[in-house]
């Protein structure tokens, strides 16, 4: 029998204020704390003056994120910690650091509508995206360069594993439908010569997409094609990739967006989804579990799935055979072949 002398609150108290590290992580970002260290460590004094803050609390930022994991220090110096310099120091190509970015300037607030977004089933106007289209977001240049910078973010890790995971040497091209900046054909095409490929997204994200692919020298393999996946037929190819796309949309919209892969692909060829999938029993994967709520927030109709889900969806489209892999974290690919 549980008494209450076998209890204990410290799980329900960090979580309930675990708003506290995350808070102090997106500042520190925002700051430029990791790109400041990347350059060389310093000791608290020469930090603050660095960051143009205020001396009162900065000993204590600094030393929460030591305790937080973020920092390291050593005889009175700060220094980023092996992972902080690699993904949050802005001047390096392994940045990630786009995705928190929105989530301190969007996330961090939409989030305090969750409870009247649960009661209404639909996000408030205040805090949705748009209207469920992206335009209004794709028409402001300062949303769009933080929502492509966000996506490649969230993708990178992913990217680099789909890279080598998945049997390309099978396939001889691909597109990736809502490329963003390019990072999965990126990834993609430098693990895997062989590979032509295309990133298929609005017409207005073309000069972005086609600045980061020179940026690696593959413009002679990676194109630009423009669209509304919706509206037109997607890009022929012997894979086609849609990376964090499928949960944005209602359960119609992603049933039509799964058969327009089907219609764009060959006999044999492949259709790759991967999210923050849930896991079939719905207990373990919080992340995903919260990324639907995030979905609840953000746009009218979208959710969050499972691999199992997923699969269905495609049977009913004709594919012939389906499995899922893990990725790394909480993500997942479903795989589906013509």
């Known amino acids: 029998m549980t008494t209450s002398t076998d209890l204990s609150h410290g799980k329900i108290m960090e979580l ?15 700051l430029g704390v990791f790109t400041e260290l990347a350059q060389s460590p310093a000791d608290a004094k020469t930090l603050t003056k660095r960051l143009d803050i205020h001396p009162r609390s900065a000993h204590d930022f600094f030393d929460a994120l030591v305790a937080l994991g973020m920092l390291a220090r050593e005889h009175g110096k700060y220094a980023n910690t092996p992972e902080t310099d690699w993904f949050l120091d802005k001047s390096k190509p392994s940045y990630i650091g786009g995705i928190l970015e929105m989530a301190n300037n969007r996330g961090y607030a939409s989030w305090g509508t969750l409870t009247a977004a ?35 973010g969230i993708s990178m890790e992913i990217a680099n594993r789909i890279a080598v ?10 597109v990736d439908v809502g490329a963003a900046q390019g990072c999965l054909p990126v990834r993609v095409a430098l693990a895997n010569p062989h590979l032509k490929g295309a990133g298929y997204d609005l017409e207005v994200v073309r000069p972005i997409f ?8 593959l413009s002679d393999r990676l194109r630009f094609e423009s669209g509304d996946f919706f509206k037109d ?4 190819a012997d894979v086609v990739v849609m990376g964090h796309i499928l949960h944005d949309w209602d359960l119609e919209q992603k049933r039509i967006l799964i058969r327009k892969a089907y219609e764009a692909l060959p006999r044999g060829g492949a259709f790759l989804a991967f999210e923050a999938l849930i896991d079939d029993d719905r207990s373990k994967n919080a992340f995903g579990l919260l990324m639907s709520l995030n979905m609840l927030i953000e746009t009218p109709g979208g959710f969050d799935y499972t691999g199992a889900d997923c699969q269905k969806w495609m049977k009913e489209a004709g594919f012939r055979e389906m499995r899922v892999e893990h990725l790394v974290g909480p993500d997942s690919m479903v795989i589906g072949l013509k």
Not at 127 to 137: H, L, V, Y
Not at 165 to 174: A, G, V
């Open 16 to 30: 309930g204020l675990g708003f506290w590290g995350s808070k102090a992580l997106l500042t520190a970002i925002e």
């Open 118 to 152: 649960l009661r209404a089933g639909k996000p408030r106007k205040d805090s949705a995206i748009d209207d469920g289209s992206f335009e209004k977001m794709y028409a402001d240049p300062a949303r769009l360069k933080e929502f492509l910078s966000a996506m490649t």
């Open 165 to 174: 995971q998945f049997p390309w040497k099978n396939y001889q091209t691909f």
């Open 210 to 217: 086609e600045e980061y692919i020179q940026s690696f020298g």
């Open 233 to 236: 037929p997607l890009p022929k």
